[in-house]
T-cell receptor, first 121, second 110 residues
Framework: QLQLQESGPGLVKPSETLSLTCTVS??????????WAWIRQAPGKGLEWIGS???????YYNPSLKSRVTISVDTSKGQFSLKLSSVTAADAAVYYC?????????????WGQGTLITVSS | QTVVTQEPSFSVSPGGTVTLTCGLS?????????PSWYQQTPSQAPRTLIY???TRSSGVPDRFSGSILGNKAALTITGAQADDESDYYC??????????FGGGTKLTVL
């Protein structure tokens, strides 16, 4: 059974960089046509796709966040990571990692439980 | 920038049928956008219901169905139950690696 687990500091200071890691277990991070995604949800708001990465490192980002986002993958550890720079209060949210099945599916079909990020000095 | 539109709220009576829609601020939704649907209850991670327009995810009851209705993607719940009261999000794949969620529909069962 595939499982995803987010980890990282729950509190980030304004203007600093948010860093989160997602550990994939029960499945291979190098599966064909499978991407690995970050999605966030601000309090009381909807879901926002941040970006997705393939095991070879090719990544796609939400154009509205692209200038501040870097997603990377470590296949040896079965992990992928998110860095979001220059955070503000608007970046406070629950951050989810998810499996993104690509090709003719294009669906986020397995989700982590989410981790709450607070932005405060 | 293209916006994915959903009804902000909807209500349905227990046992009734409701259809939620997912549109585009400009243009029509087709199967080429690979519409998917997600259900979310408070403080929980989303649950995947439908993908590729009309394929149910594993374990999803067949009273949930997806389709294209006119120029929108649609999620129909037949025989609504109390525990269907949730937020529902659609997602469209825009191509070139870009995915966009709709703003969500809050469904009330009463």
């Amino acid at each position: 059974q595939l499982q995803l687990q987010e980890s990282g500091p729950g509190l980030v200071k304004p203007s600093e960089t948010l860093s989160l890691t997602c550990t994939v277990s029960g499945g291979s991070i190098t599966s064909s046509n499978i991407y690995w995604a970050w999605i966030r949800q601000a309090p009381g708001k909807g879901l926002e796709w941040i970006g997705s990465i393939y095991y070879d490192g090719s990544a796609y980002y939400n154009p509205s966040l692209k200038s501040r986002v870097t997603i990377s993958v470590d296949t040896s550890k079965g992990q992928f990571s998110l860095k979001l720079s220059s955070v503000t209060a608007a970046d406070a949210a629950v951050y989810y990692c998810a499996r993104h099945s690509g090709g003719t599916y294009q669906v986020f079909d397995c989700w982590g439980q989410g981790t709450l990020i607070t932005v405060s000095s | 920038q293209t916006v994915v539109t959903q009804e902000p709220s909807f209500s349905v009576s227990p046992g009734g049928t409701v259809t939620l829609t997912c549109g585009l601020s400009s243009g029509s939704v087709s199967t080429s956008y690979y519409p998917s649907w997600y259900q979310q209850t408070p403080s929980q991670a989303p649950r995947t219901l439908i993908y590729s327009t009309n394929t149910r995810s594993s374990g999803v009851p067949d009273r949930f169905s997806g389709s294209i209705l006119g120029n929108k993607a649609a999620l129909t719940i037949t025989g609504a139950q109390a525990d269907d009261e949730s937020d529902y999000y659609c997602m469209l794949y825009m191509g070139s690696g870009i995915s966009v969620f709709g703003g969500g529909t809050k469904l009330t069962v009463l």
